[in-house]
């Protein structure tokens, strides 16, 4: 065995349990607030306001999770906080893959434009627009309809779905089409067969990406929903604040607890799809 050899077998010696506690740190650095969470969520009232609390709880109390479900109708702003956040995934994913593979493959006078309008759209705040915003929706009678959120939650994501997906679209080569037309399949079968699964991972993002701002905005939502029928999970997480500033934490944890189960779930169905993505890409390409 050679010098360079034992150098390097030393040297991997060395680094691969320095990555593995690195890597460690950095999963418990991200775990540790949902952590926290949940042993908040099991204290009683008594250890939370107790002057020297202990971390874990002396017991295991579920009457946080009662009482938050029961005081803020969880369930149902779960379902309205999921059925904006779907449907504004799908209606972003439909318009912006066809969009961003015009932007990417065409060279126009429009690109330049939209791209301006991508880039202006990123740095705009929010609070310049609520309030035409609101008399535009309010003529129309979608102040306080979730379909006047979806339109909203859709325009809003859009400049930067787009932006992502345009990047995935530049990736793919343009050989790969010209060698499919070639074959003498249609614009339309090659964008099916060759472009679209090579564009899985881009499209899983991008819906990953729509989905968790969605779930989690709250400001639009803020000022759009009034009726608490129609409040989405943000608002109704604002409930245990009271008037005064006082934070009913025990039950506001459990309710964040039980508002983060969803987005968990979506992001565990969605990463399996964008490794199998990733690999349909690789063979494909």
């Given at each position: 065995?050679?010098t ?5 077998t030393r040297?991997r010696?060395?680094t691969?349990?320095?990555q593995?506690v690195?890597l ?5 650095f991200?775990g ?6 949940l042993i908040?969520?099991?204290?009683t009232?008594q250890?939370l306001?107790s ?8 017991q295991f109390?579920?009457?946080?999770f009662t009482?938050a ?5 969880l369930?149902q702003a779960?379902g309205n ?5 779907v449907l504004t995934t799908?209606?972003v ?6 969009a961003?593979?015009a932007?990417?493959r065409?060279?126009?006078?429009l690109?330049g434009?939209a ?6 759209s990123q740095?705009f705040p ?7 915003l609101?008399?535009v929706?309010k003529?129309?009678?979608l102040?306080n309809?979730l379909?006047?959120l979806?339109l909203v939650y859709?325009v809003?994501?859009?400049?930067f779905a ?17 060698a499919?037309?070639?074959d003498g399949a ?5 964008l ?12 899983v993002a ?5 989905f968790?701002?969605s779930?989690?905005e709250?400001?639009?939502a803020?000022?759009?929903i009034?009726?608490?029928?129609l409040?989405t999970?943000p608002?109704?997480?604002?409930r ?5 500033g006082?934070?009913q934490?025990g039950?506001?944890a459990?309710?964040?607890?039980l ?6 779930v979506?992001?565990?169905l ?16």
């Open positions: 065995m050679t360079a050899t034992l150098a390097g040297s010696r060395i691969r349990p320095l593995y690195a460690l740190a950095y999963i418990i991200l540790f607030p949902l952590l926290f969470l908040t969520a099991f204290k009232p250890e306001q002057p020297t609390p202990a971390f874990l709880p002396q109390n579920v009457d946080n009482a479900i029961e005081k803020a109708n369930f779960a906080s999921l059925f904006v956040a799908v209606i994913t439909v318009i912006s893959l066809p961003a593979y932007l990417a065409f060279r126009t006078r690109r434009i791209t301006g309008w991508i880039l202006l740095v929010f609070i310049l627009i609520i309030i035409p609101f008399l929706l003529q129309i009678g102040i309809n379909f006047g979806v859709t809003w994501s859009l400049p787009l932006w992502m997906l345009q990047g995935y679209v530049v990736g793919v080569p343009a050989e790969l089409e010209e499919g037309a070639m249609s614009r339309f079968r090659v099916r067969t060759i472009v679209l699964p090579l564009l899985a991972p881009g499209l991008t819906s990953l990406f729509t968790i701002s779930w989690n709250f400001f639009f803020l000022v759009l009034q009726d608490p029928r409040q999970l608002l109704t997480l604002a245990f604040v009271g008037a005064e006082q934070v934490l039950q506001l459990a309710a964040s607890l508002a983060t189960i969803p987005s968990l979506f992001f565990a969605i990463q399996r799809r964008l490794t199998s993505g990733l690999m349909s890409g690789a063979v494909k390409g």
